[in-house]
């Protein structure tokens, strides 16, 4: 192992069981072959962050153990394992959480995202990154410009979830495109296919202020799902991509979408829901999910570099490490669009 002077223990915030979190001491791991060690400066919370802190699951994937939230990461390389050229030591990094098996079928045929071997940060058993220091396969902890901040830099998981809605929606130039849910992945959905030239993207939303501020990240309508119903059963969308997990948003979404279109599921509502079936058949309607993302990092960094997608401007609070409890509350405030978790400042800030 090659680098630089690295403590040998850390803080870490720890999610000890369900709606109790602790702040910890906890030795710095080692980077192993192929990996590098990174020191953590911005962690996005998500609402998969959330939902452990508050109901200890989602799905099947339960907290039984105490456990390290978060996944949305960006650090700096402080040291590297055999096999990784020192020359990254320095470098400014974006992770991909996400480290498949490599060797099943679903990652031989180019669907790693649904290795059933899948180790992801602060999806239980693993640990995530609410704390100094994480290892990453050094494939994986992109490299990103001095441009991009530290939190546009972490952001770039969550607008990968957005491009990868919008690889799976096939969008294209002079589409349109509803979504429904003016949350953060729906903005960055909206961010997405307006980078890949759908140009009239319509997000539904109950909440007023999500509506007044989604305009500013893609979207070029709000619409109210009641007060606007008739305006919304009227488009024939190209594609339907939905946010929220509602079962009468998704069947609002299918009903407007275009013979031959197609309807993506972002969000994680009820296990089950009924779905017209004659109207997705004699419409020819392609209906498929999004589970994380593939090779998505480049692209993100490309588009946030250029200024087609914004990331900065979606964080509107920031918390230091001990506060991480506070930053899992953050979403009670109906105002509040992304919380990042500062863990530590840039270097001479």
Same mark, same amino acid.
């Given at each position: 192992?090659?680098?630089?002077? @690295?403590? %040998?223990?850390?803080?870490?915030?720890?999610?000890?069981?369900? &709606?109790? +979190?602790?702040?910890?001491? *906890?030795? =710095? /791991?080692?980077?192993?072959?192929?990996?590098?060690?990174?020191?953590?400066?911005?962690?996005?919370?998500?609402?998969?962050?959330?939902?452990?802190?508050?109901?200890?699951?989602?799905?099947?994937? @339960?907290? %039984?153990?105490?456990?390290?939230?978060?996944?949305?990461?960006? &650090?700096? +390389?402080?040291?590297?394992? *055999?096999? =990784? /050229?020192?020359?990254?030591?320095?470098?400014?990094?974006?992770?991909?959480?996400?480290?498949?098996?490599?060797?099943?079928?679903?990652?031989?045929?180019?669907?790693?995202?649904?290795?059933?071997?899948?180790?992801?940060?602060?999806?239980?058993?693993?640990?995530?990154?609410?704390?100094?220091?994480?290892?990453?396969?050094?494939?994986?902890?992109?490299?990103?410009?001095?441009?991009?901040?530290?939190?546009?830099?972490?952001?770039?998981?969550?607008?990968?979830?957005?491009?990868?809605?919008?690889?799976?929606?096939?969008?294209?130039?002079?589409?349109?495109?509803?979504?429904?849910?003016?949350?953060?992945?729906?903005?960055?959905?909206?961010?997405?296919?307006?980078?890949?030239?759908?140009?009239?993207?319509?997000?539904?939303?109950?909440?007023?202020?999500?509506?007044?501020?989604?305009?500013?990240?893609?979207?070029?309508?709000?619409?109210?799902?009641?007060?606007?119903?008739?305006?919304?059963?009227?488009?024939?969308?190209?594609?339907?991509?939905?946010?929220?997990?509602?079962?009468?948003?998704?069947?609002?979404?299918?009903?407007?979408?275009?013979?031959?279109?197609?309807?993506?599921?972002?969000?994680?509502?009820?296990?089950?829901?009924?779905?017209?079936?004659?109207?997705?058949?004699?419409?020819?309607?392609?209906?498929?999910?999004?589970?994380?993302?593939?090779?998505?990092?480049?692209?993100?960094?490309?588009?946030?570099?250029?200024?087609?997608?914004?990331?900065?401007?979606?964080?509107?609070?920031?918390?230091?490490?001990?506060?991480?409890?506070?930053?899992?509350?953050?979403?009670?405030?109906?105002?509040?669009?992304?919380?990042?978790?500062?863990?530590?400042?840039?270097?001479?800030?």
């Amino acid at each position: 192992m090659t680098g630089t002077t @690295v403590p %040998t223990t850390m803080r870490a915030s720890v999610l000890l069981k369900q &709606g109790v +979190v602790e702040m910890q001491e *906890r030795p =710095v /791991p080692a980077p192993g072959d192929g990996e590098v060690l990174v020191r953590v400066g911005s962690v996005g919370v998500c609402g998969s962050d959330v939902h452990y802190y508050k109901h200890g699951r989602i799905g099947d994937m @339960v907290v %039984t153990a105490p456990i390290v939230l978060g996944h949305e990461v960006s &650090g700096t +390389v402080v040291s590297v394992g *055999r096999g =990784v /050229p020192e020359s990254r030591v320095g470098d400014r990094v974006a992770i991909d959480p996400q480290v498949p098996c490599r060797q099943c079928r679903q990652c031989k045929t180019g669907r790693s995202n649904l290795c059933p071997f899948m180790e992801f940060y602060a999806t239980p058993p693993f640990d995530g990154t609410f704390c100094d220091y994480v290892t990453a396969p050094a494939d994986q902890a992109y490299t990103v410009p001095d441009s991009l901040s530290d939190e546009s830099a972490a952001l770039l998981e969550p607008l990968s979830v957005g491009l990868w809605a919008a690889h799976k929606a096939d969008v294209g130039p002079g589409d349109q495109v509803l979504i429904a849910g003016a949350g953060p992945i729906g903005a960055m959905c909206a961010q997405a296919v307006r980078a890949r030239g759908a140009t009239d993207v319509v997000v539904t939303d109950f909440v007023d202020s999500r509506r007044e501020r989604i305009t500013s990240f893609g979207a070029t309508r709000a619409l109210h799902p009641v007060a606007d119903a008739e305006e919304i059963a009227a488009l024939r969308a190209d594609a339907f991509i939905d946010c929220s997990g509602a079962t009468p948003a998704v069947l609002s979404g299918i009903s407007s979408t275009r013979g031959g279109g197609t309807v993506v599921l972002v969000g994680l509502g009820a296990e089950e829901m009924p779905l017209p079936v004659q109207l997705i058949a004699t419409r020819e309607i392609s209906v498929t999910g999004v589970f994380r993302y593939i090779d998505t990092w480049p692209r993100g960094i490309a588009l946030t570099t250029s200024g087609a997608v914004h990331l900065d401007d979606m964080v509107t609070a920031r918390y230091p490490l001990e506060q991480v409890e506070d930053a899992l509350n953050a979403d009670s405030d109906p105002l509040s669009m992304k919380a990042v978790v500062v863990v530590n400042a840039p270097e001479g800030n």
